[in-house]
C-alpha cells in the first residue's frame, strides 16, 4: 500500500472512532487504538505492519520524542513543592510493588499449570523478565488524556513526575533483571554488578544529553522571535537528540523528558516552544495511536493464555498497592493515594520495546515466544482500559477543566450533553423580567409581527417582539400559520386557547398582543401577514435543535418578499438581556443593527460590547484607524449607556465569536445579503455561529431596500 494513503487512512479513521469514542465519554486515544485495532490484521486486514509499519516507524520515533518532551513540561519543580516527596516514595514503591506482584503471580501460575519449561530456573527467568517488563507505563497515553481534560492540579503534576521516573527505574530494573537472567540460564557475559554499571550509565548519559538539548534549545529561543522559526529550530534540536541517543543505545525518552524538565525549570521559563509544539502534534499523535493499534493482534490474547491473565491482573494490583503504599509512606494527599494507581495502568511503547531487547537476545529468545504474546495481550487490554481508568481518577479528582470549571445549569452533565441539553426545550428558558412595564402610546402605528411555534420559545418571541413595538410605537401580532387541511379541526375557542403563552408574557410588559390565525404554507402566510398589516419588523424563531434547513428555506422565501426586517432569534439556554455581544465585520452593519440595538436599550438598559473582527493579515494602522472609527461611532450614538469595544485581527472568525459569546448572554449579528447558491459557495458566518453556539442569538436580516433608509430613531 502506498504510504500517502496510509497516511490518509490512519488520521481519517482515527478521528472519526475518536469522535464516535468522544460520543459515548472514552477518551481519544481509545478511539484512536480501536481504529488501529479495525484496519489492522486483528479484523479487517487492510493496514499491517508489513504495509505501513516499516514506512512509517519514523512518525512513531517523532512522536515519542515530542510526547517526552511534553511530559518534562510538567516535571516543574518549583509547582511539585510539597509533592516532590510524594513522587520519590511513590514512583519507587510502585515501581518495586508491580515487579513482586508479577513476579509472584507469574512464577505461582508457571508452577501451578507446567508446560512453560521443564525446570524451576525457566520459570524463574520469565517471571523476572515479566515482572521488570512490568514496570513500565505508557507516558503518551497519559499525557493525551491529561491535555485532552485540561487536567491541572496535585493529582495531575504528581502524575505526569510519576511517569517521568517510571521509565527510568524501569530501564533500570529491566537491566538488572536481565543480568540475573543470564546468571541463571548460564551466560558467561559479566556479573551483575557490571550490568547494573550499564543500567545506570544509560540512564546518566541520556539526561545527560536531555540537559544539553534543553540548555541549546532555551538558548536559541531567546534569539528568535517567530513562532515558525521556534518550532523549526526545536524540533531539529529535538529530533537530533533522539537520534543521536539511539545511536548511541540510550534512552530517547529520557532524554526527551530531561530536555523538557531543563526548560520549564529555568528562571526565564519561557513556555513558548511547548505551545507551538501543541498546535503541531495532534496528527503526529493520531499516527503514533493509531499505528500502536495496527500492531496489535487480538490474537495475541489466545496466544497468552492464563500467564497473559494473571500479568495483566498481578500488574494492576502491584501498581495500585505500590502507590497507595507509597502514598501512605510520604504522607501524601487522600486523592493523590486513592487515585494515581488508577492513571498508571495504560503500558504501550517502552514494554514492547523492551520486549524487542529480549526478543533479539540470544540467551532469552527461548523465552521470547512467550513474553512477547503475553505483554501484547497485556497492551492491548491496559491501552484500551487504562486511559478509561486515568480519566475516571483525574475527574473524581476533581482536576479536569470540565469539574474544574462545571456549568451549573446543566446539573453535572459533559459538555457535548449540556450544549444539547441547553438546545433542547427544557433547556430554554426566559429570565424573569425586572424592568417596569411599558407604557403603550395611545395611537398605535402598524405592527410587529412574530410567527408562533413552539411553546419554548414563544414566551421569548412574545418578549423581543413587544421590545421592538414598543420602538416603533406599534402593537405585537401574534400569528400562527397551520396546515390547510387542519383548519376543519379546531373550534374558535380551540384557536384562541394556542396563544395563551404569549398573551401572557405580552401583558406582564403592558400590551395588549393580537393574535391571527392562518391557513397556509409557513412562508405565504407570514409574507401575507405583513403585508396586510404594514408590519414594521417580522421576529422569527430558528427550530428548536439543530435542524435549520427547512426553517432557512422560509426566511429566504419571506425576506424575498417583504420591504421590512426580519429578525431571526436562536434560543438556548436563558435569555437574558443584561449583556450584550454585537460582532460584526463591516462598519454599515452597524447601521443595520442600530435598530434593534437601540430598542433593548430603551427597554433593558444592558451592557453592549462591539466587537470588530478584521482580516488576521490586516496591518497595525488598519487596526488604529478601526478602533478610532468605532470609538467614534459609540461615542456619537451612546451618551448614557455601559458599552465598551474592541477590534482585533483573527485568524478565524467563528471560533473568535464564539469564545467571546461565552461571557455575555446574547449575541446579535447581521445576516450577509446572499442566498441559494450565493449563499452555499460563501457560506454564512451569522449560521455557523447559530449552528454551534450554545448561547441566545438574534440575526437580522435586512432587505437591500431597507439599507437605504435611515433609521426614524437613529441619532
Same mark, same amino acid.
Given at each position: 500500500?502506498?504510504t ?17 469514542a ?14 488501529g ?25 517523532? %512522536? ?15 509547582r ?7 513522587v ?16 509472584c ?11 512453560y519449561g ?13 515482572g /521488570?517488563?512490568a514496570v513500565?507505563?505508557?507516558?503518551a497515553?497519559?499525557l ?13 503534576s ?18 538488572? /533483571?536481565?543480568s ?7 551466560s558467561?557475559?559479566?556479573? !551483575? ?16 544529553m536531555?540537559i544539553?538539548a534543553?540548555?541549546?534549545?532555551d ?7 517567530n513562532?515558525? $522559526? ?12 533522539g ?58 490474547l ?16 502491584g ?9 501512605v ?16 495502568i495504560?503500558? %504501550? ?8 531487547i ?24 491496559? $491501552?484500551?482500559?487504562g486511559?478509561?481508568?486515568a ?18 445549569e ?32 395611545a ?8 410567527g ?9 418571541l ?22 390547510p ?16 403563552p404569549e398573551?401572557?408574557e ?6 395588549q ?11 405565504a ?15 422569527l424563531? !430558528?427550530p428548536?435543535?439543530?435542524n ?11 425576506? %424575498?418578499?417583504?420591504m ?6 436562536h ?26 440595538? $437601540? ?9 453592549i ?23 467614534q461611532w ?12 474592541r ?27 446572499h ?15 447559530v449552528q ?11 432587505p $437591500? ?11
Open positions: 500500500m502506498e500517502t494513503l496510509g497516511i490518509a487512512l490512519l488520521l481519517g479513521v482515527g478521528l472519526l472512532f475518536a469522535k464516535i468522544q460520543l459515548i465519554r472514552l477518551p481519544s486515544v481509545t478511539g484512536y487504538i480501536l481504529a485495532l479495525a484496519m489492522g490484521p486483528s479484523w479487517l486486514g487492510i493496514l499491517t505492519f508489513d504495509t505501513v509499519g516499516n514506512q512509517l516507524d519514523h512518525f512513531t520515533q517523532i %512522536a515519542l520524542m515530542l510526547i517526552a518532551f511534553g511530559i518534562g513540561e510538567h516535571i516543574e519543580i518549583r511539585l513543592g510539597g509533592v516532590a516527596k510524594d520519590g516514595y511513590i514512583s519507587i514503591v510502585q515501581a518495586i510493588g508491580a515487579f513482586i506482584c508479577v513476579f503471580a507469574v512464577l505461582f501460575t508457571a508452577a501451578l499449570t507446567g508446560g521443564t525446570q524451576f530456573s525457566d520459570s524463574l527467568v520469565l517471571s523476572l523478565l515479566l /521488570a517488563v513500565a507505563t505508557a507516558p497515553a497519559i493525551h488524556v491529561v491535555r485532552e481534560l485540561g487536567a491541572r492540579g496535585v493529582l495531575t504528581t502524575l505526569m513526575a510519576v511517569v517521568a521516573v517510571d521509565d527510568g527505574i524501569a530501564i533500570m530494573m529491566f537491566g538488572m /533483571a536481565v540475573v537472567a543470564h546468571q541463571i540460564v548460564g558467561s557475559g559479566g556479573t !551483575y554488578w557490571e550490568a547494573v554499571f550499564i543500567c545506570v550509565r544509560e540512564i546518566i548519559l541520556s539526561l545527560a536531555g544539553s534543553g540548555f541549546i534549545i538558548i536559541l529561543l531567546h534569539k528568535l522571535r513562532r515558525g $522559526e521556534m518550532l523549526t529550530g526545536g524540533l531539529a534540536i529535538l529530533l537530533l537528540c537520534e543521536v541517543t539511539r545511536l548511541l543505545h540510550l534512552s530517547s525518552l529520557l532524554a526527551g523528558m530531561a530536555a523538557g524538565f531543563t526548560i520549564i525549570n529555568r528562571d526565564e521559563r519561557d513556555v513558548r516552544l511547548f505551545r507551538t509544539i501543541n498546535s503541531f502534534e495532534p496528527p503526529i499523535y493520531v499516527l503514533f495511536f493509531t499505528l500502536a493499534g495496527v500492531h496489535l493482534d487480538i490474537a495475541s489466545n496466544i497468552a493464555g492464563w500467564i497473559g491473565l494473571v500479568y495483566f491482573g498481578s500488574r494492576i494490583i501498581k495500585y498497592g505500590g502507590t497507595w503504599l507509597g502514598g509512606i510520604s504522607k501524601a494527599q487522600p486523592l493523590v493515594r486513592n487515585y494515581l494507581g488508577l492513571a498508571l495504560p503500558q %504501550a511503547g517502552v514494554a514492547i520495546g523492551l520486549t524487542f529480549i526478543s533479539g537476545d540470544p540467551l532469552l529468545k527461548p523465552w521470547a515466544n512467550i513474553i512477547t504474546p503475553v505483554v501484547l495481550a497485556g497492551v492491548v487490554l491496559s $491501552e484500551l482500559i486511559p478509561l481508568l480519566r475516571h481518577a483525574l475527574q473524581h479528582a476533581g482536576e479536569t477543566k470540565n469539574t474544574q470549571d462545571s456549568r451549573p446543566c446539573k453535572g452533565l459533559t459538555d457535548k450533553a449540556c450544549d444539547l441539553w441547553l438546545r433542547s426545550p427544557e433547556g430554554i428558558s426566559l429570565a424573569p423580567w425586572l424592568e417596569d412595564k411599558f407604557h403603550p402610546v395611537n398605535s402605528k402598524g405592527e410587529v409581527v412574530f408562533a411555534y413552539h411553546y419554548a420559545t414563544v414566551r421569548g412574545a418578549r423581543i417582539a413587544t421590545i421592538l413595538a414598543h420602538h416603533y410605537h406599534a402593537t405585537p401580532l401574534a400569528v400562527r400559520v397551520l396546515d387541511e387542519e383548519k376543519a379541526r379546531f373550534s374558535k375557542e380551540e384557536l384562541n386557547a394556542l396563544f395563551l398573551i401572557d405580552v401583558h406582564s410588559l403592558g400590551y398582543l393580537r393574535t391571527e390565525v392562518l391557513f397556509d404554507s409557513p412562508a402566510g407570514l409574507v401575507s401577514a405583513v403585508e396586510y398589516n404594514h408590519a414594521h419588523v417580522v421576529v424563531g !430558528y428548536v435543535g439543530r435549520m434547513f427547512s426553517f432557512q428555506r422560509v426566511l429566504e422565501r419571506v425576506s %424575498a418578499n417583504v421590512c426586517p426580519i429578525i431571526a432569534v434560543f438556548a439556554g436563558t435569555v437574558a438581556f443584561d449583556r450584550i455581544l454585537i460582532p460584526f465585520i463591516h462598519p454599515h452593519e452597524l447601521t443595520e443593527l442600530f435598530p434593534i440595538i $437601540e430598542s433593548l436599550i430603551t427597554a433593558c438598559h444592558p451592557r460590547y462591539f466587537y470588530q473582527l478584521l482580516h488576521s493579515d490586516g496591518s497595525r494602522q488598519e487596526l488604529i484607524n478601526a478602533e478610532l472609527e468605532l470609538k459609540r461615542e456619537d450614538r451612546f451618551f448614557d449607556i455601559q458599552t465598551d469595544h477590534v482585533e485581527l483573527v485568524e478565524s472568525r467563528l471560533e473568535s465569536i464564539l469564545k467571546e459569546s461565552k461571557y455575555h448572554d446574547l449575541t446579535i449579528m447581521a445576516a450577509p445579503k442566498y441559494g447558491l450565493k449563499r452555499m459557495f460563501f457560506g454564512c458566518l451569522a449560521t455557523s455561529v454551534n453556539s450554545n448561547r441566545p442569538m438574534i440575526v437580522v436580516h435586512t $437591500e431596500i431597507v439599507q437605504s433608509i435611515p433609521s426614524s430613531n437613529a441619532k
